[in-house]
């Protein structure tokens, strides 16, 4: 009895697909940080689209801008800047929550169940980025067990965890819109895919960087290639000759994230060259892709598929790598890079190894010098904590980055975060070159050996330790 069991547990350990047991864990990690924490960030999303919801309601859809200033939802920011597809797709999600508050009168903004509906939105995004990895990776390669491994790893990221579940931002919205945008031009269908990339670009303007890179790659003629980058700036285009005469537009516009100080934190990197002056490292990354993309012919639409992927993510990771960025941003790369790094068998287990390297890395990283924002008792959901265990928590302010930062000297923080840095940039500059599809790396001999699985354990739970280091040191 005791043998079987054993060879049972081998045989399931060496199954070449993700285990139930696997799933499972992921979505009980994935729970958690859904019900326990809630960022301003997220409380700002879901009251903003409950302004609409109440504008809309009054006949009076157009002073959503002005309403949000007046800020009847209290929500911790009353500036909203950027085009609101996503906040109506939200609002929508959020219409049972909006028809008990506004229309019956019930107070349910304290309701921590509020909150949980409304971030269950970005799960439902996340569901939709998946269903189309999954025939993304089917479409390029045909093996059903490399898309349930696409899948898999996308949803154990640690950035998915606290991209999506943490910091409850809509950042994977973007990732909705951009993979079932890939997966239409790979199935010939060229309008969706301009209206897709185009609502996605609208979500947050991040997504027409691979953009270029796409158009660059399919289209050589200057003229069509202008045209083809303006068709996806059309949904931005019209939403904001709609809005542009909403009262206190301009407002919210200036005084929420204006579009010049996300271009000057993406800029940032430079180094100094002649006459005094200087160049942005990711820009310069950028225009060297782009030149790549232009210059490159896919043979066969394998190859051009494959190309697609490359070089959504060679644009990505250049701006994770080479500029400044939240912590959440890093969730517009996990979709893609989960698809390439199991395109190529053979470099399937040196590419998990490598990707799992990295993002352990850029994890800590995050945590020492987020240390405001990342695992810190504000942003747990005080509600939730009160519901199950009749506490509120400890009082006061701490967090994980700030913690680590009293146990280790600053001289050891600024050479393990170099270290850190170094191995990041390193491992990614790596993975896009071993990963190129026409990569000739005969001097290179991949191990052909089967990947461990405790690496994808590894993976899925390095998130764990600081979820309960933060929730256990407000409970106990």
């Known amino acids: ?65 002005k309403y949000s200033i007046e800020n009847p939802n209290m929500a911790p920011d009353k500036y909203v800047s950027g085009t609101l597809y996503s906040l109506i ?46 025939k ?63 609502m996605a670009i609208s979500v947050k303007y991040f997504f027409f960087i691979p953009y270029i890179a796409i158009i660059l790659l399919f289209e050589k003629k200057v003229l069509k290639i202008i045209y083809k980058i303006a068709l996806g700036v059309i949904p931005t285009g019209i939403y904001w000759l709609i809005t542009r005469a909403c009262p206190m537009v301009s407002e919210s516009a200036s005084q929420g994230s204006p579009v010049s100080v996300l271009l000057k934190e993406m800029v940032g990197g430079a180094f100094p060259v002649t006459f005094n002056n200087s160049i ?22 394998d190859e051009k598929y494959s190309y697609v992927i490359y070089y959504i993510v060679a644009t990505s990771l250049a ?56 695992f810190v008792s504000s942003v747990v959901n005080k509600n939730v904590i009160k519901f199950i265990f009749g506490i509120s928590g400890v009082e006061g302010y701490f967090s994980l980055g700030m913690d680590v930062s009293r146990w280790i000297s600053n001289d050891m923080l600024t050479i393990l975060l170099q270290i850190f840095a170094t191995v990041v940039v390193i491992l990614s500059i790596f993975i896009l070159v071993l990963n190129n599809p026409r990569a000739k ?13 405790w690496i994808y354990w590894l993976r899925t739970f390095v998130v764990v330790i600081p979820v309960f280091y933060v929730l256990g040191r407000l409970i106990i």
Not at 1 to 23: F, S, T
Not at 284 to 300: F, R, V
């Open 1 to 65: 009895m005791i043998k079987k069991a054993i060879n049972w547990i081998v045989k399931k350990y060496n199954n070449d697909k993700p285990l139930m047991i696997e799933w499972i864990m992921v979505g009980i990690i994935s729970f958690i940080i859904l019900c326990f924490f809630l960022h301003g960030d997220t409380e700002n999303l879901i009251k903003w689209s409950l302004n609409i919801f109440d504008v809309t309601v009054k006949g009076k859809p157009l002073d959503f801008y």
């Open 89 to 134: 797709i939200w609002a929508i999600w959020n219409i049972p929550i909006g028809i008990i508050k506004t229309i019956f009168g019930v107070e349910v903004l304290n309701n921590p169940l509020v909150y949980i509906w409304g971030k269950l939105f970005l799960v439902f995004c996340l569901c939709i980025t998946m269903f189309f990895v999954n």
């Open 136 to 198: 993304i990776v089917k479409k390029i390669t045909g093996d059903v067990n490399s898309a349930k491994w696409a899948m898999f790893l996308l949803a154990s990221s640690v950035f998915i965890y606290i991209g999506v579940y943490y910091g409850g931002q809509n950042d994977i919205v973007i990732c909705a819109f951009a993979t079932a945008a890939v997966y239409c031009l790979m199935d010939g269908k060229n309008k969706w895919f301009y209206f897709l990339a185009g």
């Open 280 to 301: 942005s490292l990711f820009l310069g990354m950028l225009l060297i892709i782009y030149i790549l993309a232009y210059l490159t012919m896919p043979q066969n639409d």
């Open 319 to 374: 701006m994770l790598l080479f500029s400044t960025f939240q912590y959440y941003r890093v969730v517009m790369v996990c979709p893609f890079i989960a698809i390439l790094m199991v395109i190529d068998k053979e470099k399937y287990r040196i590419n998990v190894i490598m990707e799992t390297i990295i993002s352990i890395s850029l994890f800590i990283i995050l945590i020492i010098q987020s240390g405001a924002y990342l």
């Open 441 to 453: 790396l005969e001097f290179l001999d991949i191990p052909s050996i089967k990947i461990e699985r």
